[in-house]
Structures are given as C-alpha cells and as structure tokens.
C-alpha cells in the first residue's frame, strides 16, 4: 500500500541545488499533519557525500542510486530511474521544486506512470487528512486550490521560493542504495550542457543577494549606479520586465512571471513599481527592500523595508556606506 513522501534531491557538480532543501522542509511541514514518513531519493555517481548532507536533515532515509547512465542529467534516465524507485519505495506523494530541470523531466515521469503532476504551488493545507495544494494561475492573479485524485503517488512541486530551506529541521536519516536498470533502449537521450536561459546566462534562482533594476532608473546609461551598489553587495544585478524588454539589460536577468523565479536572502528593488507579474518572480525573498518615489507603488506591499524618495539620491549613499 502506498504510503509516505519521496522528496527528489536535485544537485549539480556535486553540491545540493539549495531549491531542494525548500521541497525537504515541504515535506517535514505536510508530514508534521499526516504523520507520514519521509525519505528522499539522490540520483547519480559518486553522490555519497551528497546523500550524507540530505541525511543531516529530518528525514526517515534517503535513497541512493548510482548508475553510469545517471552520470549526466537526461529526462530519459531520471525518468526511467525514478520510476523504479517509485515502484521499490511505493509512496504516496512525490515532492519536487519547479526547477528547469523538473519542468523537464516530471510531465514525462507522471504521464508514463498516469499520475497526476501539481505543479509550480506555492503551498498546502490538510483538510479532512487530505492534501490541498494552491498554486496561482492568470500570472498570480488568482489562486487555485487543488486536491489531487485517483492512484498515488501524486506529484507535487513546488515553486522556488515557497518554504525556507534554511528552516529544514536536522535529523539523522539511514541511508541506503537502491539498483535500478538502466540500458540504451531506455535512455535515448544524449547528454547536453546543462538548460540556461541564453548564452553565458546566470541563474539568479541560485543567488543569496539581488539587487534589481525598474523603470524609474529612467535611462540605461543609470542603470550603472544600481550595478555599483549590487556590487558594493556581493549582490547579482537584476531587473524588471521593461529594462530587458528595452534590452538594458539582457533577458536573463529578468525576474518575473515570463522570467525567472527567485528566493534571496536579499532582494533589494530599485524603481521597481511592483506589477503583479515581477511580484510573482521574487515574492519568496526572505527579505524585501524597496526604494520608489512613489509612496503608493505595490511594492511596498510585500516590502519588510520600505524607502520613499529619489533613487538617484539613495543609491548612491547606500552604495558608498556598502563600501565602509
């Protein structure tokens, strides 16, 4: 009988992509209603030091599977390979983070199994013992609540920046390997370097500290002065929908609903107004600084800290305090 949450830990060059320590505290939260187990399933090679990492945190096990086609990401092997595990575990929901590589992967893993995959949610609630999950639909103009039916496991991910990695409790989980079979009629897949958005393109989803650029700097020869301070940060340089779509800066800076989705420890917004759709890119941070002339603008919202005046004048002393 299907039973438990599977957390599926994704990691690059050996180290944890930290989006899945989001999913982990996910499941410690449902588990903490249901009273569930939970494991977390770690796919790769030489993945042990990965796998005593997760195995530091409030889980039952963790699973390991090593494997010469997992060696390198493709859909085909992760699919094929979580399948298996999924078959020797038997749990009742699978949690991921709506990752690129998830986004890739998990429509082909739910639809070969005919499962259903929530996607992209935000949270969750129990109601009656059973899982609501919300997700928000209309770029995050409403939102929707979800109750997943029919056989388990259901698939559930998440949206980057929905619960603090940072808040998994520690624990002490068994770890144990797992063998799956893997062969060239399965993955037909050719590894490729890993997805970015464009050439050279940086993946803000990963970064503690953002610094980011609206409209109000007013021209792109300006946006120099927000560089300066992102940099007095140790901050990625970051921007709104206008600035990219003006191709002041280029498209992979760009958070928001048709952009990238992130969670810092520190997004600081600079002439940001806050539209629905920027909001919903960078709503996760743990700590929202916004500075706008406008006293009205919506992104005082969602701001812990909020300054009302003129960017041209703030920047810049911010900028040389970093500095001290």
Same mark, same amino acid.
Request: net charge negative; glycine share 8%; proline share 4%.
């Given at each position: 009988?299907?039973?438990? +949450?599977?957390?599926?830990?994704?990691?690059?060059?050996?180290?944890?992509?930290?989006?899945?320590?989001?999913?982990?505290?996910?499941?410690?939260?449902?588990?903490?209603?249901?009273?569930?187990?939970?494991?977390?399933?770690?796919?790769?090679?030489? +993945?042990?030091?990965?796998?005593?990492?997760?195995?530091? %945190? %409030?889980?039952?096990?963790?699973?390991?599977?090593?494997?010469?086609?997992?060696?390198?990401?493709?859909?085909?092997?992760?699919?094929?390979?979580?399948?298996?595990?999924?078959?020797?575990?038997?749990?009742?929901?699978?949690?991921?983070?709506?990752?690129?590589?998830?986004?890739?992967?998990?429509? %082909?893993?739910?639809?070969? *199994?005919?499962?259903?995959?929530?996607?992209?949610?935000?949270?969750?609630?129990?109601?009656?013992?059973?899982?609501?999950?919300?997700?928000?639909?209309?770029?995050?103009?409403?939102?929707?609540?979800?109750?997943?039916?029919?056989?388990?496991?259901?698939?559930?991910?998440?949206?980057?920046?929905?619960?603090?990695?940072?808040?998994?409790?520690?624990?002490?989980?068994?770890?144990?390997?797992?063998?799956?079979?893997?062969?060239?009629?399965?993955?037909?897949?050719?590894?490729?370097?890993?997805?970015?958005?464009?050439?050279?393109?940086?993946?803000?989803?990963?970064?503690?500290?953002?610094?980011?650029?609206?409209?109000?700097?007013?021209?792109?020869?300006?946006?120099?002065?927000? /560089?300066?301070?992102?940099?007095?940060?140790?901050?990625?340089?970051?921007?709104?929908?206008?600035?990219?779509?003006?191709?002041?800066?280029? *498209?992979?800076?760009?958070?928001?609903?048709?952009?990238?989705?992130?969670?810092? /420890?520190?997004? *600081?917004?600079?002439?940001?107004?806050?539209?629905?759709?920027?909001?919903?890119? *960078? %709503?996760?941070?743990?700590?929202?600084?916004?500075?706008? /002339?406008?006293?009205?603008?919506?992104?005082?919202?969602?701001?812990?800290?909020?300054?009302?005046?003129?960017?041209?004048?703030?920047?810049?002393?911010?900028?040389?305090?970093? /500095?001290?």
């Amino acid at each position: 009988m299907a039973n438990g +949450i599977l957390v599926y830990i994704e990691h690059v060059d050996g180290k944890i992509n930290r989006a899945s320590l989001e999913a982990v505290r996910a499941a410690q939260l449902i588990a903490g209603q249901t009273g569930q187990e939970i494991s977390a399933v770690v796919l790769g090679q030489g +993945i042990g030091d990965i796998a005593n990492e997760i195995a530091g %945190k %409030k889980l039952n096990s963790v699973y390991t599977v090593e494997n010469d086609w997992l060696k390198t990401y493709t859909a085909d092997g992760v699919t094929h390979a979580l399948r298996q595990v999924i078959e020797q575990t038997q749990p009742a929901l699978v949690l991921l983070t709506h990752t690129y590589e998830v986004r890739d992967f998990a429509p %082909k893993l739910a639809a070969s *199994m005919n499962r259903v995959l929530v996607g992209d949610c935000i949270s969750f609630r129990i109601e009656n013992g059973k899982a609501v999950f919300t997700r928000q639909v209309f770029q995050g103009k409403l939102a929707a609540d979800v109750v997943p039916v029919g056989d388990t496991p259901h698939f559930v991910s998440f949206q980057i920046g929905s619960y603090r990695g940072d808040e998994s409790e520690a624990g002490q989980a068994s770890v144990s390997a797992l063998t799956v079979n893997l062969d060239a009629d399965l993955v037909r897949q050719q590894p490729e370097e890993r997805f970015k958005e464009a050439k050279a393109a940086v993946d803000l989803s990963q970064a503690p500290l953002i610094v980011s650029v609206g409209r109000g700097i007013k021209e792109q020869k300006n946006i120099e002065i927000v /560089k300066q301070l992102a940099e007095a940060f140790g901050a990625e340089l970051a921007a709104s929908r206008p600035i990219c779509d003006n191709e002041w800066l280029p *498209m992979d800076r760009q958070i928001g609903s048709s952009g990238q989705t992130v969670a810092p /420890k520190l997004y *600081m917004a600079i002439g940001i107004s806050g539209a629905i759709q920027h909001l919903v890119g *960078m %709503k996760g941070a743990r700590t929202i600084v916004a500075i706008n /002339k406008d006293p009205e603008a919506p992104i005082f919202e969602i701001a812990d800290y909020g300054i009302v005046g003129d960017l041209f004048e703030i920047v810049p002393a911010l900028t040389a305090e970093a /500095k001290k």
